[in-house]
């Protein structure tokens, strides 16, 4: 079966640094997505990864290894506004997305 | 201001009934896509549509049938609603049906099945 992990909850302090990690077993890959999905809203696009490395985007970064089936999403600088549950989901053979379950960020001051 | 829209966004109803959620979307995306989720769960896709005129079952298709007559609209039909069916539904588009087109969600419809 194809399966995304994700920890459920993280908690960090406003101004700090925390890194949000996803690994995934999928039948194939095209790609992997994260979302930011603030409580009752819809979720919205952050990155996009399909080679391996690390991307940059302010104060998002996201990066992919493929043989080890792993990302994760650096917050930096966080602020209170980035209290949200953020979305790993990847682009299977069939190029339908799988999502994992969110981590739930809550930001402390 | 461009973007999905969905309706209602929000709804209670009986069991038994029959109820159409709405999608339409002014981005003129080829790709449109129905997922529900659920507290604990990640998104799972219902139906998708890569283009006009063409559809395909997703994860979780059973009780659920959609039409895209055209690129704007993509609606959600429950022919029969069952408690089960109770979930955020959110409508979602990409410029093409893969690659590295992210997919832009609608404000979701909050339903209530009893």
């Known amino acids: 079966g194809q399966n995304i992990d994700q920890p459920t909850e993280m908690t960090a302090t406003e101004g700090a640094i925390v890194q949000i990690n996803c690994t995934y077993q999928?039948?194939?890959?095209?790609?992997l997505f994260w979302y930011q999905q603030h409580a009752g809203e819809a979720p919205t696009f952050l990155s996009y990864?399909?080679l391996d490395g690390l991307e940059e985007k302010g104060r998002f970064s996201s990066f992919l290894s493929r043989s080890k089936g792993y990302s994760y999403l650096l917050l930096k600088e966080l602020q209170m506004k980035d209290s949200a549950s953020y979305l790993c989901?990847?682009?299977?053979?069939?190029?339908?997305?799988?999502w994992g379950a969110g981590t739930k960020l809550i930001i402390k001051p | 201001i461009a973007g999905i829209t969905q309706a209602p966004t929000s709804q209670i109803l009986a069991a038994g009934r029959r109820m159409t959620l709405r999608c339409t979307q002014d981005?003129?995306?080829?790709?449109m896509y129905w997922y529900r989720q659920d507290l604990g769960l990640g998104l799972r896709l219902i139906h998708y549509?890569?283009?006009?005129?063409?559809?395909g079952k997703g994860e979780v298709p059973d009780g659920y049938s959609v039409s895209r007559a055209n690129t704007d609209d993509f609606p959600l039909t429950l022919a029969s609603a069952v408690p089960s069916q109770t979930s955020v539904y959110f409508c979602?588009?990409?410029?093409?049906?893969?690659?590295?087109?992210?997919?832009?969600f609608g404000d979701g419809t909050r339903l209530s099945i009893l």
């Open positions: 979602a588009s990409s410029e093409t049906g893969g690659g590295n087109q992210p997919q832009h």
């Open positions: 981005m003129r995306h080829n790709a």
């Open positions: 990864n399909v």
């Open positions: 549509s890569n283009t006009a005129g063409t559809t």
């Open positions: 989901a990847v682009m299977d053979s069939n190029y339908q997305l799988i």
């Open positions: 999928t039948s194939g890959f095209n790609g």
